[in-house]
């Protein structure tokens, strides 16, 4: 019925979400930092967002399976960890280099017009 997809497709798609994810929590704490901290936009709440959104993001990288791929039952997770390992490495870095750069730069309005309705996102 449906057709028979590699496990590494897989991987990729599990990656498309976890870097789509990264990048509204991202966008989301510079947010807060303005909202609640009283930040205002610029250089600094990028930078103090980036720097403390670094750390959770590292932490959902599934090394240990790609370290282990001679293990016995590890040979179908291996191609999905490879895949979803290096997907999360380039969106890590894209994600902490673009996003911040490209919020930087066009996101002063949106983040005005946020702050004043109020939504949601960045409570």
């Given at each position: 019925m449906?057709?028979?997809?590699?496990?590494?497709?897989?991987?990729?798609?599990a990656?498309?979400?976890v870097?789509?994810?990264?990048?509204i929590?991202?966008?989301?704490?510079?947010?807060?930092l303005?909202?609640?901290e009283?930040m205002?936009f610029?250089?600094e709440?990028?930078?103090r967002?980036?720097l403390?959104?670094?750390v959770?993001?590292?932490?959902?990288?599934?090394?240990?399976?790609v370290?282990?791929?001679?293990?016995?039952g590890?040979?179908?997770?291996?191609p999905v960890?490879?895949?979803?390992?290096?997907?999360?490495?380039?969106s890590t870095l894209?994600?902490?280099?673009?996003?911040?750069?490209?919020?930087?730069?066009?996101g002063?309005g949106p983040?005005?017009?946020s702050?004043?309705?109020d939504a949601?996102?960045?409570?």
């Amino acid at each position: 019925m449906f057709p028979k997809l590699p496990s590494t497709l897989v991987g990729f798609i599990a990656v498309g979400g976890v870097a789509a994810r990264n990048g509204i929590m991202m966008i989301s704490h510079y947010l807060h930092l303005m909202r609640h901290e009283g930040m205002e936009f610029g250089n600094e709440p990028v930078a103090r967002g980036t720097l403390e959104r670094l750390v959770p993001v590292l932490m959902t990288a599934l090394i240990p399976l790609v370290l282990a791929a001679g293990e016995a039952g590890k040979e179908i997770l291996h191609p999905v960890a490879v895949a979803i390992v290096g997907g999360l490495i380039s969106s890590t870095l894209l994600d902490l280099v673009v996003t911040p750069a490209v919020f930087r730069l066009v996101g002063k309005g949106p983040a005005t017009r946020s702050l004043s309705r109020d939504a949601p996102a960045s409570r």
